[in-house]
């Protein structure tokens, strides 16, 4: 159940962060899922880092730098793929 709920969670942080970012981003929807849920795991390493990982009520702080990581993850991401993508068609 692990899996699939970081799996769900990455989806979605991929998609809040393909919305934050202006312009258009240009990686498929799965190579967003994948950074989501790198985003997710960067974001609560940070948070347990900083002390803030279990709070009581919603872990606010926790989203919030969840989100942030997805949104650098995902800009790096697709600029990384854009280029690699448009190396593979000069070639």
Do not use: C
């Not at 979605?12 to 950074?35: C, M, N, R, Y």
């Not at 985003?39 to 919030?64: F, M, P, Q």
């Amino acid at each position: 159940m692990g899996w699939l709920w970081a799996i769900i969670v990455g989806f979605v942080l991929g998609l809040i962060a393909k919305a934050i970012l202006p312009g258009k981003q240009h990686s498929p929807l799965w190579l967003t899922t994948i950074f989501g849920i790198i985003g997710g795991v960067v974001g609560n390493s940070i948070a347990r880092a900083i002390g803030i990982a279990e709070t009581k009520g919603i872990d606010w702080g926790r989203h919030g730098l969840q989100i942030a990581a997805a949104v650098v993850i995902v800009f790096l991401g697709d600029m990384l793929y854009m280029a690699m993508r448009g190396n593979r068609q000069r070639a």
